[in-house]
């Protein structure tokens, strides 16, 4: 590859979602410009997995009323939290009415998905298996594995006297590239671009 193979060309992010019932996996493409943090930053945090699955399940979705869903958990992923309000949010707004949420076991983490050995959050590792119904608004189920005792958790969603928002929140805008991100991009990658495509592959910064 020559020089190229030392330079920080632009950085592309996949996640992927699989869907057991259709089947069909679908995987998001996302360039460095289209982060929630600056310079392809933040891809992984909970503000990006929930905007893809929730696209998901809002517009792949067969009018289900109950759904599985299976996480590898990726190392630096401490997310868990905000998918368990995510996922009680969809339950109390009758988005569905039972949501399952399902982790891999520690050792055991290979999935469809994502090959790689899944970490999770040091408050949750002992649990495996999540589940959020319309019969228990705001409690969470929890499971160590099949057959274990259940526990319960109420999350604190709300406030008493304070409705449960049905509206999303307001959109989190991309971020792009910084100044120098661009600088360098322009002036160390472009050369390597073939004419037809280095205007469509790389931000150029204002002469």
């Not at 992010?13 to 089947?23: H, T």
């Not at 933040?42 to 696209?55: E, F, K, R, Y």
């Not at 995510?86 to 009415?97: E, I, P, S």
Request: hydrophobic share 35%; glycine share 10%.
């Amino acid at each position: 590859m020559g020089p190229i193979y030392f330079m920080s060309l632009c950085k592309v992010q996949i996640f992927g979602v699989r869907i057991d019932g259709l089947p069909k996996q679908l995987n998001f493409f996302i360039n460095e410009t289209e982060t929630m943090g600056i310079d392809g930053t933040q891809t992984h945090g909970p503000n990006a997995v929930i905007s893809m699955l929730d696209m998901v399940l809002d517009t792949h979705g067969r009018g289900e009323s109950t759904c599985s869903i299976h996480a590898d958990n990726c190392p630096g992923q401490n997310k868990n939290r905000y998918l368990i309000g995510y996922f009680t949010w969809r339950v109390m707004t009758g988005r569905h009415d039972v949501i399952e949420y399902h982790m891999q076991i520690p050792g055991h983490a290979r999935c469809l998905v994502d090959s790689g050995f899944g970490h999770l959050n040091k408050l949750y590792r002992q649990y495996q298996y999540f589940r959020m119904t319309t019969e228990e608004p705001g409690v969470v189920t929890m499971l160590t594995g099949v057959g274990c005792p259940e526990v319960k958790v109420t999350v604190p969603v709300a406030m008493d006297g304070v409705h449960i928002p049905y509206q999303r929140p307001q959109i989190v805008e991309a971020k792009g590239l910084s100044r120098n991100r661009q600088e360098y991009l322009y002036k160390v990658v472009r050369p390597y671009l073939s004419d037809a495509n280095e205007d469509a592959t790389c931000p150029c910064p204002e002469t």
